[in-house]
């Protein structure tokens, strides 16, 4: 049995490794305001348990790059996208945030992702929209892209799951070089 350090460092070792992928290969029209990528440890109960890029990731010049390092706590919304998908699936313990378009939205439905759409008509009245629309798209299991498409008042994002900070690198990656010669 692995102790809670050992697991720790293995989160940040293996979220560190996906986030050098990225900023080597990502397509920075993928960055928005919030993009980032997340790994739970196992049986994560709350956000310290959940480790991000602090300061998440940035455009710089024609690349990405992460302006901090990953630690545990440092994105409370990407560990409260995490939490709620593994109280569905405990493996789903990984998620990243990417920049919403439709020409995104059919690329990955195109690389046969399950995508699912969160249907902000039905959320109930004060009810936490990212807790509600993770949770709405969650019932039969967690699919590997969830699109919240906005509203007036919210960015429009595309969170992508995994079981592990490699996957979710790999589908973003795959992403990327589907879009590079398409206007988003």
């Excluded at 959320?123 to 039969?140: F, H, I, K, N, Y």
């Excluded at 589908?171 to 988003?184: A, D, P, Q, V």
Aim: hydrophobic content about 40%.
């Amino acid at each position: 049995m692995t102790s809670p350090v050992e697991q720790r460092n293995e989160a940040l070792t293996r979220l560190s490794r996906a986030v050098l992928l990225l900023t080597e290969s990502m397509d920075p029209r993928l960055v928005t305001t919030g993009t980032n990528i997340g790994y739970a440890i196992t049986g994560a109960r709350d956000s310290t348990s959940v480790a991000a890029i602090s300061g998440g990731l940035v455009v710089e010049g024609n690349g990405v790059r992460a302006p901090g390092p990953c630690g545990f706590g440092t994105d409370p919304g990407i560990a409260k996208i995490i939490l709620t998908a593994t109280k569905f699936d405990p493996d789903m313990r990984c998620a990243a945030t990417v920049r919403y378009s439709d020409t995104v939205r059919r690329v990955l439905e195109d690389m046969f992702l399950e995508c699912c759409t969160i249907d902000r008509s039905r959320q109930p009245p004060g009810v936490d929209t990212m807790d509600w629309g993770v949770a709405s798209c969650c019932r039969d299991g967690v699919p590997e892209v969830i699109i919240d498409t906005g509203t007036s008042k919210t960015t429009a994002v595309i969170h992508l799951f995994g079981e592990d900070p490699a996957v979710v690198a790999g589908n973003i990656i795959m992403l990327s070089n589907r879009i590079i010669r398409i206007e988003l």
